[in-house]
């Protein structure tokens, strides 16, 4: 009995032992444990923490603005209104966009591409309406206790563009990055939701104009609804954009419109021919960058995007047309070089309307034929004959040569995206890879001689490849911002000063002698020189070009006009750029316009 009483009380003291020993490692394991938590994952648990009530809301920086030569406004910001979600979950954010769509006018579309937003990026806000009305903003602070939580309205800088159309392809608008443009490394840095620049000044100058968003925090519940500001954690101010300064002349620019014909398609550059400053570019159809402040309507957008005109296309940078009578410069500049020709060369056979060659007929755009000339008065009359016969005395080799020397195949590098190149043949191996063995013939030269064929170039490039014609031969790098230094392609118009000379003279005869393509559009004292030219269009009418520049003897400003279909170089768009470089010249030297004079007109069936 005693020993079952021992054997019992050691049995009882073991289970003691065992129990204090598990009861102490518990203790132990609960002390490592709020050791670890508090300790050494305090950082971690805390950040958790503030996740899970604290939210980030991103504060826009206002954009730069953009300012004309004159300092007047082309690109401002405004106050404005914003409306955003931060959503708890979808069914909280599908909740609150029903409870917004009557205040909001939101469609069924517009509801699901929010939600597509949040899809991809949840947990952070989702912008409803970024350019909401302050009544849509009053309407919905009154509902405020009625409304899902998570709905954001702030104040936030709007974009404004006074010129509205008038300036559309040189400002661009902005709008709210994609996800195809968040992976590109242009724009490594940058957040869903923000804005940037989409086309125009306002894409090339981004990072220039779009400054830092700033960011704030507020406190959520359990539920998701926003409790108020966390003054816990520090706000990020915003950091404005950098204001941008152009050479754009606004008052020009908003003239060069009004005088574009209402329902013609073409574009202006105007720009000046020794700096290459662009004091106006205008592409005609256009459209309102202000319908883009807080998202455009997708109709709006669909029905830009499918107009035939194409009013999104930039003309005057990317459009490329055939130059027309407008080259016949370029080759004789190449000739005077080349010493096949003289000013005063006459070509062997005289024009009489046509030239037989090779049986096929080529014609003058003048049925009854220039009769004999020299190659000042050839251009004056533009005269195709002789010009047939001055490019089957350069040769192919040589033209295309004197072409690409001259920059026919190169942009001109004007701070604008998205310019297009010029285009022209490469010579003889580059038809016959083209168009099979013996691809190219002299009907091709015949073609390229009057710039027809192969050759096709912007505006802006005309405007470049003629400030060297009114200048030293550089050709200056067309330029908008203030701030880009001036550059110039030394000597590429070939011929030498008095080459050139030769050429300025037998322009300022196109535009003021008796006989000359553009004599109707004569200014009023000032001396213009200038070229008429008529492209052919296998979509309908010919395209009417001119280009212009004055004071001849010391060149202030250059403009060329191209429009689509227009027929007649002479009637359709030497008119339009006489009355832009009267105005700019009166508005630069106002004591010394001249008394009014009658105005000539062009004689009918002149088409150059």
Excluded at 121 to 131: N, S
Aim: glycine share 10%; proline share 7%; net charge positive.
């Amino acid at each position: 009995m005693v020993e079952f009483t021992n054997a019992l009380r050691e049995t009882r003291r073991q289970r003691a032992r065992a129990m204090k020993a598990l009861v102490a490692g518990l203790l132990l394991l609960l002390l490592t444990t709020l050791f670890r938590m508090q300790v050494l994952k305090h950082s971690s648990y805390a950040l958790q923490s503030d996740e899970n009530r604290l939210r980030a809301v991103p504060i826009p920086a206002p954009r730069g603005a953009i300012y004309d030569r004159a300092g007047r406004v082309v690109a401002e910001n405004i106050p404005g209104y914003s409306v955003s979600i931060l959503p708890a979950s979808l069914d909280s954010l599908r909740a609150a966009l029903r409870a917004l769509a009557p205040t909001l006018g939101l469609t069924e579309s517009g509801m699901q591409s929010v939600i597509e937003k949040y899809r991809h990026y949840p947990g952070r806000p989702v912008t409803v309406e970024g350019d909401a009305s302050f009544a849509e903003v009053s309407a919905i602070e009154e509902r405020r206790a009625d409304l899902p939580g998570g709905i954001i309205v702030e104040a936030t800088p709007k974009r404004r563009y006074p010129a509205g159309p008038d300036a559309a392809h040189v400002l661009g608008y902005v709008g709210e990055i994609t996800e195809q443009e968040l992976a590109r490394s242009e724009f490594a840095g940058y957040e869903p939701g923000q804005l940037i620049g989409k086309m125009g000044l306002e894409r090339q100058y981004e990072r220039w104009l779009a400054g830092r968003p700033g960011v704030r925090y507020v406190e959520v519940n359990a539920v998701g609804r926003i409790v108020g500001e966390f003054r816990g954690r520090r706000m990020r101010p915003p950091i404005p954009g950098r204001d941008l300064h152009l050479n754009l002349d606004l008052e020009l620019q908003r003239y060069v419109a009004s005088v574009f014909p209402d329902t013609a398609r073409g574009a202006v550059v105007v720009l000046v021919p020794s700096t290459g400053e662009v004091l106006a570019l205008y592409s005609a159809p256009s459209f309102d960058p202000n319908a883009f402040v807080g998202g455009i309507d997708p109709a709006l957008w669909r029905s830009l995007n499918t107009d035939p005109a194409r009013s999104l296309f930039n003309r005057a940078i990317a459009g490329v047309y055939a130059p027309g009578s407008m080259f016949k410069l370029a080759l004789a500049a190449i000739a005077l070089a080349e010493g096949d020709a003289t000013p005063e060369t006459r070509m062997p056979i005289p024009c009489r309307g046509a030239l037989l060659y090779y049986g096929r007929v080529f014609r003058c755009w003048r049925p009854e034929g220039h009769g004999v000339l020299g190659l000042l008065d050839a251009i004056k009359h533009s005269c195709d004959i002789y010009f047939y016969q001055l490019g089957l005395r350069l040769g192919l080799d040589r033209l295309v040569r004197g072409a690409r020397e001259m920059g026919f195949t190169e942009a001109t590098g004007i701070d604008l995206p998205f310019e297009a190149s010029g285009t022209f043949p490469l010579g003889r191996e580059w038809y016959d890879r083209r168009y099979g063995p013996r691809g190219w013939t002299n009907s091709v030269v015949l073609n390229l001689a009057i710039g027809q064929g192969e050759n096709a170039q912007t505006p802006i490039k005309l405007a470049q490849f003629f400030s060297g014609i009114a200048t030293d031969g550089s050709l200056p790098r067309p330029r908008l911002a203030r701030s880009l230094p001036a550059e110039w392609d030394r000597d590429r118009i070939p011929g030498g000063s008095e080459g050139r000379s030769s050429l300025r003279e037998a322009m300022v005869r196109v535009v003021n002698d008796p006989g000359g393509t553009a004599r109707g559009s004569k200014l009023q004292g000032w001396v213009m020189a200038g070229k008429t030219g008529t492209s052919q269009n296998p979509h309908g009418d010919d395209h009417a070009l001119f280009v212009g520049f004055a004071p001849a003897e010391n060149p202030e400003v250059l403009a060329v006009a191209i429009i689509e279909f227009g027929q007649s170089g002479s009637r359709t768009a030497a008119p339009i750029v006489a009355r832009i470089l009267q105005r700019y010249l009166d508005g630069q030297h106002p004591d010394a316009r001249p008394p009014a004079a009658p105005a000539t007109r062009v004689a009918a069936g002149e088409n150059l």
